[in-house]
């Protein structure tokens, strides 16, 4: 994507970048000294505490979708788009709970395949297993393609380069230190997007006034302001079950689960999620604001950064520059070490070398990781789509695993049956709405077929699951 305005000029840009790139990869060596084997390397030796946990869990969940796309949101879809992306923070809120149970029913357990291998069997496992990486696979390639686009726009730095650039140095660091490197940046950028965010709301307020802005909306696009849009209200719904899908099931969050010390998972989760809530819809209403400042905003998703730029000129685009990076650093980095994490335990340890030694598999974690980040950057080569259209796309495949793992967790009643039915005609169906209907609704269909199979068969098949069979890893 190219402007005719570059906020920053490429040789900004990229001293920018190389000063981030550096302190990241420092940060990551340095936390890297304390893994000595694969429990350390992928849950940061199950110790982690409040401040810490509430942070990481925070800047993962702020990605370039909430500074991107929360302002495509409320572009598109008005007032309702903008709230319906901040029904996400519930994906955090209800996984509290399941936090607590998770490590209550498995204390040592690693991965979220780990769970449903042992609660439904390998045929379920192996499903869940496809789908849960090609959902991990799809949101990482949404974020490098997302660095890639913004750098371009702010900088002028051609895409290919900035997106190789960020893919290389959370590879580095996230290689090194592993979760620990991963939830001690999280820590820094986490302060360091809040404080930006913040900043921005009122340097825009400082240029026009929510009356300016209203009636700017009410002038030109009477729609954003329409409580009963259709579109907008399905995508309240659609929005909030792909939130619940995104957190139940991805292993990024059971990581977190089982990496939290004893008794701050609950905790940590419903202050992420509170202080993550007001975010997308500041996000949103600095969207609606460019229409009052009359900034031309070429690309809806592009809007966020457009308008900070222009109100804040160069100091504005540094600022944005900085809380891009660190928004979506924070989020591959997880994505990385978690999806290594996964098939390092699940498919290397469970099936491949179920004698390897502890070193042995945080080296594999290692090596998977770089290939991972290898895959993602040979995807992310040609731009595919827009990063909603990329995103949504896995959708059907995430909502339609809501209600396995929910039930799998808290009713023994639930089968193997009901989750493998529901997670692929969930996910057929749900594909079939994206196809013919639109992005809006096919994480709605998908949760809304699945929850019906799973209903069924622990109905009409219930089965009587003895919850002491999650022990497998207990010393």
């Not at 982690?48 to 909430?66: C, D, E, K, Q, R």
């Not at 490590?103 to 297993?129: N, Q, V």
């Not at 726009?153 to 650039?165: E, N």
């Amino acid at each position: 994507m190219n402007h005719d305005v570059l906020f920053l000029s490429p040789i900004t840009g990229g001293i920018l970048l190389a000063i981030l790139s550096l302190i990241w990869i420092s940060l990551g060596i340095y936390w890297g000294r304390k893994n000595k084997h694969f429990e350390q390397h992928a849950l940061a030796g199950r110790n982690v505490g409040l401040a810490l946990a509430s942070a990481t869990a925070v800047a993962t969940w702020i990605t370039s979708n909430t500074t991107m796309l929360a302002p495509q949101f409320a572009l598109q879809m008005g007032v309702w788009g903008m709230l319906a992306y901040s029904t996400a923070a519930f994906g955090l809120f209800l996984f509290a709970p399941m936090a607590k149970r998770i490590r209550t029913l498995m204390p040592h357990g690693y991965t979220s395949g780990d769970f449903m291998r042992l609660r439904y069997g390998k045929t379920t496992w192996c499903i869940f297993l496809f789908f849960t990486l090609f959902y991990s696979l799809t949101w990482l390639v949404s974020m490098a393609m997302a660095g890639g686009i913004l750098l371009n726009a702010l900088s002028g730095i051609p895409y290919i380069y900035g997106m190789s650039v960020l893919l290389l140095v959370c590879i580095a660091y996230t290689m090194r230190g592993g979760l620990h490197a991963v939830i001690g940046t999280d820590f820094i950028q986490s302060l360091i997007i809040l404080l930006g965010i913040v900043a921005v709301g009122f340097a825009v307020l400082n240029h026009v006034s929510i009356e300016t802005i209203h009636a700017n909306l009410a002038a030109y696009k009477p729609a954003l302001l329409n409580v009963m849009f259709p579109a907008a209200i399905m995508v309240v719904f659609n929005n909030l079950l792909f939130g619940l899908g995104e957190v139940f099931h991805n292993n990024v969050w059971w990581s977190r689960a089982f990496a939290f010390r004893d008794g701050i998972g609950q905790k940590a989760f419903v202050i992420a999620g509170l202080i993550w809530l007001p975010i997308p819809v500041a996000a949103g209403f600095i969207a609606l604001a460019s229409g009052a400042l009359d900034i031309a905003v070429p690309s809806a998703d592009m809007a966020g950064p457009l308008v900070t730029a222009n109100v804040l000129g160069t100091t504005g685009a540094v600022a944005i520059f900085i809380v891009v990076f660190c928004s979506l650093a924070s989020s591959i980095d997880s994505l990385l070490a978690a999806t290594a994490d996964l098939i390092t335990e699940d498919i290397y340890r469970k099936t491949c070398r179920p004698e390897a030694s502890t070193e042995q598999l945080k080296k594999a974690a290692q090596i998977i990781t770089l290939l991972i980040g290898l895959g993602t950057w040979l995807i992310c080569l040609p731009r595919i789509g827009t990063l909603a259209t990329v995103l949504f796309f896995a959708g059907p495949v995430a909502g339609s695993m809501i209600w396995p793992v929910i039930t799998g967790l808290y009713w023994e009643r639930a089968t193997s049956m009901g989750a493998i039915s529901g997670m692929l005609l969930g996910s057929a169906l749900g594909l079939i709405a994206y196809f013919q209907i639109g992005w809006y609704v096919a994480s709605l269909v998908g949760a809304t077929v699945s929850m019906l199979c799973v209903l069924y068969f622990a109905y009409c098949h219930p089965g009587q699951y003895d919850w002491k069979r999650l022990q497998e890893n207990q010393p």
